[in-house]
């Protein structure tokens, strides 16, 4: 059974630092990964998708990377701001089937502090 | 942009009534999903919709919830007779298809249950 977990479930940053999240999984058959931002109370948006032939995907200052083999993704933020500042979550769509469904990880809550 | 919207915000019903959560997937997605975020928890899987009918659910998806297209904009999920359990966040989603497309997400309901 696929498991998603993120690492640090919590993070605070003075602003201006660039940072990393992680995000691994336990079964290497995905189809592809995606990056959501959950800002309190609010839906997710999503951030990335990196197809599991990927290894990097890029929108403005983020980065995805995704080494699918070990079973990891790191989302990296450069030069963070205190709007940065919301829950990010990884979830990973399963090879097996084809309903699209996504599997999430916990998330990891990132403070910026101005 | 387009975008998923979900009716109403927030909704507080008592124990044993019946909830209809309502969404409007962008319009020309064809797969449809519902999931649910319990305070503190990992955003988790429901059901998945397509062409009519459930594609896939999970085990939470039980006999005490349906959904339904009940014409081509609306996809609705229903709570027949609400549990305390049942409070949580409840998300709608859609992708256009089940490649490696996104998924997008509303910006949820919150169901409390008193």
């Known amino acids: 059974k696929q498991e998603v977990t993120q690492i640090p479930a919590a993070l605070s940053v003075p602003e201006g630092e660039n940072l990393v999240l992680n995000c691994s999984f336990t079964d290497s058959a995905i189809y592809n990964l995606q990056w959501f931002r959950q800002d309190p109370g609010k839906g997710l948006t999503s951030l990335l998708l990196i197809q599991s032939s990927q290894r990097e995907q890029t929108s403005g200052r983020l980065n995805a990377s995704l080494d699918k083999s070990s079973g990891r993704s790191t989302l990296y933020i450069a030069a963070s701001q205190p709007g940065d500042s919301a829950t990010y979550l990884c979830a990973v769509r399963p090879w097996s089937g084809n309903t699209g469904k996504l599997i999430f990880g916990q998330g990891t809550t990132l403070q910026v502090k101005p | 942009e387009p975008e998923v919207t979900q009716t109403p915000s927030h909704q507080v019903t008592q124990m044993g009534q019946e909830v209809i959560l309502r969404c409007v997937p962008i319009s020309n997605h064809l797969y449809f999903y519902w999931y649910r975020q319990i305070l503190g928890q990992k955003v988790e899987f429901l059901v998945s919709?397509?062409?009519?009918?459930?594609?896939?659910k999970s085990e939470i998806f039980d006999d005490q919830f349906s959904v339904e297209r009940p014409d081509g904009s609306n996809f609705t999920l229903k709570i027949r007779s609400t549990k305390l359990e049942d409070s949580a966040m409840y998300f709608c989603?859609?992708?256009?298809?089940?490649?490696?497309?996104?998924?997008?997400f509303g910006q949820g309901t919150r169901l409390t249950v008193v």
């Open positions: 919709f397509y062409n009519n009918e459930i594609s896939e």
């Open positions: 989603a859609s992708r256009v298809q089940t490649g490696n497309t996104e998924a997008f």
